[in-house]
């Protein structure tokens, strides 16, 4: 499955930013997502995770009551909703997925395939 990241950009602290993620070659309907970031110079980190079903989600504590994942298994797409940004979160965010077992959705280690990022930058 390839993973295609989109919806980044530049935006004022408190604002507010969807990303979407968009399968093709398969569908994503039977795969776990993951969002995950990376800001300059630090580690990829975990943002939030969603199953298959769309029943379960996780997030990251930094993130939890500010963002929210989503997912249309009709059109092959999983969004991310941030609100409230603030300049922390600026970073590159990527899309993962992997088949079927919400487990351990923290560690980007279990996904098997990944989007190529998009930029957000939120500034003060």
């Known amino acids: 499955v390839q993973l295609q990241a989109s919806g980044g950009g530049l935006v004022q602290a408190g604002g507010s930013l969807r990303l979407s993620c968009t399968a093709s070659?398969?569908?994503?309907?039977?795969?776990?997502v993951g969002w995950f970031r990376q800001a300059p110079g630090k580690e990829r980190e975990f943002v939030a995770a969603?199953?298959?079903?769309?029943?379960?989600?996780n997030y990251a504590d930094s993130v939890k009551g500010r963002f929210t994942i989503s997912r249309d298994n009709a059109k092959n797409t999983v969004y991310l909703q941030m609100n409230s940004l603030k300049p922390d979160d600026t970073a590159v965010y990527y899309c993962?997925?992997?088949?079927?077992?919400?487990?351990?959705?923290?560690?980007?280690?279990?996904?098997?395939?990944w989007g190529q990022g998009t930029l957000v930058t939120v500034s003060s």
């Open positions: 070659g398969r569908s994503i309907s039977n795969y776990v």
């Open positions: 993962a997925a992997r088949y079927l077992r919400y487990v351990d959705n923290y560690d980007p280690a279990k996904y098997g395939y």
């Open positions: 969603i199953s298959w079903s769309g029943g379960s989600t």
